[in-house]
């Protein structure tokens, strides 16, 4: 492989990692630059989305629910057939929709190293096979009158997910290598941890900050052991929380009447999912202190580059870096010059 392609592609074949480009200034020794995640959303669309999801599997199905069993005469097993298909309308639009993007769009949004079209991403192949298990209680509870187990398909679609997370912790303490493609990562490579890859995805296509996004998630990853560290405990935090979304939801399941489970199961799935994420927020805002920390407690400073409209600017120029004085102590370092990558 030539120098330029391996600058095309965007991988490292000595790493077999996908690379960016990192600074580290030869002429100055107390400037390190790593890469500014540049990521950025939109509140607006985000609360949109989250009230589509809501509106689909929380208000749609507890309407037709409550409403047809109070004001109509049919049975138990029409009203969870009912709910059943009423449950699964917002994966019909996201699922493929996500697809669409990221095979037709595959050079601007797809991992990195490859263009064929099937290679999908982690977090692409993770859902589908979330939504396939997730799909069964929803077929299965209605034709065999087994309405309880109907209950359990939200901790079906938690479950398998944290499944694959378990997995990637033990792969990455076992240092197994991938025997597949997994995102960026080509065959053969160390697996990392199952937070890492759904940054890089869910960055790249859904919040639409593309391959630019991707090189630069795995840049930061090479290059910063708390990043590393990081990434590791918000996959074994979201393991747990997931562990505990199970064990409530089988819970309720059979020890409550079905009236009240049915509502309360399904609103629980957005209650469980803003606590774990505002868990997250903070250990992720406390690890990115800590990797600030790590890089001024070894004499380096950390700056960020120039950001453009939307937290983007992949060909912009960078900010002159903080020179730090050789005659001032690290501690007294003026504010002005401490940055925070992000």
Known sequence: MTPSERTSTGVDSA??????????????????????????YRKTSVALYIAFLIICNVLIPCLLFYLLQTFTKI???????????????????????????LVRHRTTYGPLGTDVWWHLDFVMWTYTFALLVFAFPLAIAPAIAFYNFFLMSTMMLVGPVGVVFIFSLIAYHYKWRLPVRCSSEPVGSLMK????????????VD????????????????????FRQLMTEL?????????????????????????????WVLGQFFIWAF??????????RRGLER????????????????????????????????????????????????????
């Open 235 to 263: 996959t074994v935090y979201w393991v747990i929380c997931g562990a505990i979304y199970c064990g409530l939801t089988a819970t309720v399941t059979w020890a409550a009447t079905l009236n009240f489970a049915f509502g």
């Open 75 to 101: 049975t138990t097993k029409e009203l969870i057939g009912i709910s059943s298909a009423a449950l699964g309308l917002s994966s019909c639009f996201d699922a493929p929709f996500r697809l669409f993007r």
């Open 15 to 40: 790493s077999n990692s996908p690379m960016n480009f990192v600074s580290d200034d030869s002429n100055d020794p107390d400037v390190l630059t790593l890469p500014d995640l540049h990521f950025s």
């Open 275 to 284: 606590l774990s994420w505002t868990g997250c927020h903070f250990l992720a």
């Open 193 to 204: 941890p199952a937070v890492f890859y759904c940054i890089e995805d869910v960055g790249a």
């Open 207 to 226: 919040f639409m900050h593309g391959r630019k996004f991707r090189q630069r998630v795995h840049t930061r990853y090479d290059a910063s052991p708390p």
């Open 291 to 342: 990797e600030r920390a790590y890089w001024d407690n070894r004499g380096r400073t950390l700056f960020k580059e120039k950001t453009g409209p939307g937290g983007i600017n992949e060909g912009g120029e960078e900010e002159k870096p903080p020179k730090r004085s050789q005659n001032v102590p690290p501690s007294f370092k003026p504010k002005a010059e401490r940055t925070e990558v992000v």
